[in-house]
């Protein structure tokens, strides 16, 4: 019976905090173009990563990578100063890896680090793949492969698939 209501009492207790932490991090992209870093960073804390633009100002990211799903990002000048704050990782903002020449370290910049880094494919043929946890089409538990082939040092291709850390056993179950 103690473990019933144990059960219970802590599935209503991560219901609650998921809300609440869903709920603040909703209000992240409600962020207005200018406001000073510090106050985003008094509200939403530290960037979990960062790394400088040509302007002299820094792109910032707050990341929930390897295990969470969203991840927010904005471009601070030199005074401080940002500009809107964005989802990056959605079907739509990953596009962008369509147009260009994309490096590991410009993904890095746009996206914040990914959740895992593996490689693939047969020794003659292996390429580095990125993998970032997020929500396809804002739904579906997800994973985007970015791809940056044998020698690592550009994006070949990207590809959603499903998030194998969300799927049943169902042997077990």
Not at 10 to 39: E, N, R, W, Y
Not at 116 to 135: F, K
Request: with cysteine.
């Amino acid at each position: 019976m103690k473990n019933s209501n144990f059960t219970r009492i802590s599935k209503a207790g991560f219901a609650a905090i998921s809300v609440a932490f869903l709920t603040a991090c909703g209000t992240m992209a409600d962020t207005p173009p200018g406001t000073p870093l510090h106050q985003i960073e008094a509200e939403y804390g530290r960037p979990t990563y960062s790394c400088p633009t040509e302007n002299g100002g820094q792109r910032l990211i707050w990341s929930m990578q390897p295990m969470g799903q969203y991840a927010w990002a904005t471009n601070a000048d030199a005074a401080g100063n940002t500009d809107r704050v964005q989802p990056v990782l959605t079907d739509e903002h990953f596009r962008v890896l369509s147009s260009g020449t994309w490096t590991p370290d410009q993904v890095r910049c746009e996206f914040g680090p990914p959740a895992e880094i593996t490689t693939v494919g047969l020794p003659a043929s292996r390429q580095i793949v990125w993998s970032y946890r997020y929500r396809q089409n804002h739904t579906w538990n997800s994973l985007m492969y970015v791809y940056f082939g044998r020698d690592g040092s550009k994006v070949t291709r990207f590809h959603p698939g499903p998030d194998p850390m969300y799927e049943r056993n169902f042997m077990f179950d």
